[in-house]
């Protein structure tokens, strides 16, 4: 059975950092799967943060320049490096795993909070 255990956020200034971690347990062919990072704020629909699909990454444009996503085969991890942080970042960021291969292979981590406020 696949899991994402995610690990790092917590509370920041505005203008700080955080590093977001997810590591992945039973998924077969890790390599294959498409990783990505959402959030979801109070009151808002969960949105895509990055996504890393076959090495190609995409950012939302809220998140350009501030945010990088790298991803380790060898780990089975998937990180989220978060610069510039601005009090409208603060969200629960969930990592996800996506797999499309005869059937559908999808796996949520358990969210972890990310607060940026003075």
């Known amino acids: 059975q696949g899991r994402l255990a995610q690990y790092g956020g917590g509370l920041v200034q505005p203008g700080g950092s955080l590093r977001l971690s997810c590591r992945a347990s039973g998924l077969t062919f890790f390599s294959s799967y498409t990783m990505s990072w959402y959030r979801q704020a109070p009151g808002k629909e969960r949105e895509m943060v990055a996504r890393d699909s076959d090495g190609t990454r995409t950012y939302a444009d809220s998140v350009k320049g501030r945010f990088t996503m790298s991803r380790s085969n060898r780990e089975e991890a998937v990180y989220l490096q978060m610069d510039q942080l601005k009090p409208e970042d603060t969200a629960v960021y969930y990592c996800?795993?996506?797999?499309?291969?005869?059937?559908?292979?999808?796996?949520w981590g358990q969210g972890t909070q990310v607060t940026v406020s003075a």
């Open positions: 996800n795993a996506l797999r499309r291969a005869g059937r559908e292979y999808d796996y």
